[in-house]
């Protein structure tokens, strides 16, 4: 059970670190100053980060224009779901308590 704890734990961080970062780069992009790398919203994205990367970018209404941010974001969280999915569903896991 702490390995689900840790996962939730993980997950949590980095969804809400993909949303400060879309709303600290939107900032950034107002004051026109150095700027986050898309890379690295979508690198947050991929790693467990999407959900809180996309209610960001809609919330305050930064990347919505760019094509590969409107389809990357959605298609990255469909595919963390159908992974997620295949592990519920399809990979016997076991937690065991030593």
Not at 17 to 43: C, H, N, Q, W
Not at 51 to 73: A, D, Q
């Amino acid at each position: 059970m702490n390995v689900l704890i840790y996962i939730f734990a993980y997950l949590l961080f980095a969804n809400i670190s993909g949303f400060i970062l879309m709303g600290v780069d939107k900032y950034k992009a107002k004051k026109k100053t150095f700027r986050i790398p898309e890379a690295t919203l979508f690198t947050v994205a991929l790693f467990g980060g999407s959900v809180g990367t996309w209610l960001g970018m809609y919330l305050f209404r930064h990347k919505t224009r760019h094509w590969y941010f409107v389809y990357g974001m959605p298609l990255i969280l469909i595919i963390q779901l159908i992974i997620i999915m295949v592990f519920l569903f399809y990979v016997p896991i076991e937690f065991t308590t030593i």
